[in-house]
C-alpha cells in the first residue's frame, strides 16, 4: 500500500492558534492474530447497527466481525475468483444504513454483502481505480476514482447507485496537475473521503490538506484549508522507477458534529500522529489531539463514534485499539 497546500482561504472564524482539545485513554484491545491462522493486518474498520465491529483484512482478504465488547463473532471471504472470493482486496469498505456492505476489490470492482456474510453481487462502476468508497442514505454509494489514462473531465468523486451506475461525478483537486508527470498525478487525485448521516460528502487529497464538503447532489457547501508543516514527498525506488509517496494525509472521518483528519506524518513534538478537528457544518479548524502510538508503528485509519471513542490499529503489531476520548477543558 501507498504510504500515503493549497489555494484556498481559511473560513472566517478558523482557529489562529490551534491547540490540544482531546486527551485518549485506551479502553478496549482486539488482536484478530488470536483467532485466526493467518497473519491479521487490520485495513480497516466500520460498524453495523447493532454496534458489532467490521474489521477488513486485505491480507487474507477476509472480513473479521466482533461484537461491541470484542469478543468474535465470525468471519467471511477468502482469497480466489469466485463471487464470494477476493482477488484484490483494498483498505476502503463501507455500510449503509440497511447494514449492506459494500467492499472494493480490484481496480474498479465493488463486491456487496449483508451483515452476516451473504453475498449479494458485484458492480463495476465506468472509472479506471477506486480509492476509496462510503456509503450514505437512499443507498447511494460515494467513491473517490483516479484516472490513470484518461484525464479529461476528470473528477474525483462519483455517486453510484446500488447496481454501479454513474448518476453523477463531481468536485475538484486543490492544485494544478497540467505540468505534472503522470505518477504524481495519480497521487494528487488519490482522495480520502467520508459520508455522514445527512448524506453530506467529505473528502481531502492524501497529498493536499484541502477538506471539501458537497452536498450528495455535488454542491460545494465549503472547502478548507489544513493547517499542517508537511508536504507530500516523492522518493524513488529504482531501478523500474517506482516512487514511495509520504502522504499528508491517511484518513478522513465524521462523526455527528465533527470531522477528524489523521496526518500521515508524524507531529514535531511527540513522534505520534496527529489528528486535527474540524466543525463540520462551517468548517472551523477546532484543534488536534495525538494517537498514542508512535508513528513508526503507522496507523492508516481512525474511526471517531459520536465524539466519544475512537478506534484505529498500527501496521506493526496488529491490534485494534478503542480509546475514550476525554475533551479538555475548555476546549470548545
Request: proline share 5%.
Given at each position: 500500500?501507498?504510504?500515503?497546500?493549497?489555494?484556498?482561504?481559511?473560513?472566517?472564524?478558523?482557529?489562529?492558534?490551534?491547540?490540544?482539545?482531546?486527551?485518549?485513554?485506551?479502553?478496549?484491545?482486539?488482536?484478530?492474530?488470536?483467532?485466526?491462522?493467518?497473519?491479521?493486518?487490520?485495513?480497516?474498520?466500520?460498524?453495523?447497527?447493532?454496534?458489532?465491529?467490521?474489521?477488513?483484512?486485505?491480507?487474507?482478504?477476509?472480513?473479521?466481525?466482533?461484537?461491541?465488547?470484542?469478543?468474535?463473532?465470525?468471519?467471511?471471504?477468502?482469497?480466489?475468483?469466485?463471487p464470494?472470493?477476493?482477488?484484490?482486496?483494498?483498505?476502503?469498505?463501507?455500510?449503509d444504513?440497511?447494514?449492506?456492505?459494500?467492499?472494493?476489490?480490484?481496480?474498479?470492482?465493488?463486491?456487496?454483502?449483508n451483515?452476516?456474510?451473504?453475498?449479494?453481487?458485484?458492480?463495476?462502476?465506468?472509472?479506471?481505480?477506486?480509492?476509496?468508497?462510503?456509503?450514505?442514505?437512499?443507498?447511494?454509494?460515494f467513491?473517490?476514482?483516479?484516472?490513470?489514462?484518461?484525464?479529461?473531465?476528470?473528477?474525483?468523486?462519483?455517486?453510484?447507485?446500488?447496481?454501479?451506475?454513474?448518476?453523477?461525478?463531481?468536485?475538484?483537486?486543490g492544485?494544478?496537475?497540467?505540468?505534472?508527470?503522470?505518477?504524481?498525478?495519480?497521487?494528487?487525485?488519490?482522495?480520502?473521503?467520508?459520508?455522514?448521516?445527512?448524506?453530506?460528502?467529505?473528502?481531502?487529497?492524501?497529498?493536499?490538506?484541502?477538506?471539501?464538503?458537497?452536498?450528495?447532489?455535488?454542491?460545494?457547501?465549503?472547502?478548507?484549508?489544513?493547517?499542517?508543516?508537511?508536504?507530500?514527498?516523492?522518493?524513488?525506488?529504482?531501478?523500474?522507477?517506482?516512487?514511495?509517496?509520504?502522504?499528508?494525509?491517511?484518513?478522513?472521518?465524521?462523526?455527528?458534529?465533527?470531522?477528524?483528519v489523521?496526518?500521515?506524518?508524524?507531529?514535531?513534538?511527540?513522534?505520534?500522529?496527529?489528528v486535527?478537528?474540524?466543525?463540520?457544518?462551517?468548517?472551523?479548524?477546532?484543534?488536534?489531539?495525538f494517537?498514542?502510538?508512535?508513528?513508526?508503528?503507522?496507523?492508516?485509519?481512525?474511526?471517531?463514534?459520536?465524539?466519544?471513542?475512537?478506534?484505529?490499529a498500527?501496521?506493526?503489531?496488529?491490534?485494534?485499539?478503542?480509546?475514550?476520548?476525554?475533551?479538555?477543558?475548555?476546549?470548545?
Amino acid at each position: 500500500m501507498l504510504e500515503y497546500s493549497v489555494a484556498a482561504l481559511l473560513l472566517s472564524g478558523c482557529a489562529e492558534n490551534p491547540r490540544e482539545i482531546i486527551t485518549l485513554e485506551i479502553v478496549m484491545e482486539i488482536d484478530g492474530n488470536s483467532i485466526s491462522e493467518e497473519y491479521f493486518t487490520p485495513g480497516n474498520i466500520l460498524f453495523d447497527n447493532e454496534d458489532n465491529l467490521y474489521i477488513l483484512d486485505p491480507v487474507s482478504m477476509k472480513i473479521l466481525v466482533y461484537d461491541s465488547n470484542g469478543n468474535y463473532l465470525f468471519d467471511f471471504g477468502r482469497p480466489g475468483e469466485g463471487p464470494e472470493e477476493f482477488n484484490q482486496m483494498g483498505f476502503c469498505f463501507d455500510m449503509d444504513s440497511n447494514n449492506i456492505l459494500y467492499i472494493g476489490d480490484g481496480p474498479a470492482s465493488i463486491k456487496i454483502f449483508n451483515s452476516d456474510g451473504g453475498y449479494l453481487n458485484t458492480v463495476s462502476p465506468d472509472v479506471e481505480c477506486i480509492v476509496d468508497l462510503a456509503a450514505g442514505a437512499d443507498n447511494k454509494i460515494f467513491i473517490s476514482s483516479v484516472a490513470i489514462a484518461d484525464w479529461s473531465d476528470y473528477y474525483p468523486i462519483a455517486r453510484i447507485s446500488r447496481e454501479g451506475e454513474i448518476e453523477r461525478r463531481f468536485g475538484r483537486i486543490g492544485i494544478e496537475t497540467d505540468q505534472m508527470p503522470h505518477w504524481e498525478k495519480y497521487a494528487v487525485s488519490s482522495c480520502v473521503i467520508d459520508v455522514d448521516e445527512e448524506g453530506f460528502v467529505y473528502y481531502t487529497s492524501i497529498v493536499d490538506y484541502q477538506i471539501f464538503k458537497y452536498d450528495k447532489d455535488g454542491n460545494l457547501v465549503f472547502t478548507v484549508e489544513g493547517d499542517t508543516p508537511f508536504e507530500a514527498s516523492y522518493e524513488e525506488q529504482p531501478p523500474y522507477g517506482n516512487r514511495t509517496l509520504t502522504p499528508v494525509v491517511l484518513d478522513i472521518c465524521v462523526d455527528q458534529s465533527m470531522i477528524y483528519v489523521l496526518w500521515g506524518q508524524g507531529s514535531e513534538e511527540n513522534n505520534y500522529q496527529r489528528v486535527d478537528v474540524f466543525e463540520k457544518y462551517h468548517g472551523e479548524l477546532l484543534g488536534y489531539f495525538f494517537v498514542p502510538v508512535p508513528c513508526h508503528d503507522r496507523i492508516i485509519f481512525i474511526k471517531a463514534v459520536d465524539g466519544e471513542y475512537l478506534y484505529t490499529a498500527s501496521l506493526s503489531d496488529a491490534i485494534i485499539r478503542k480509546y475514550a476520548m476525554h475533551h479538555c477543558e475548555n476546549a470548545w
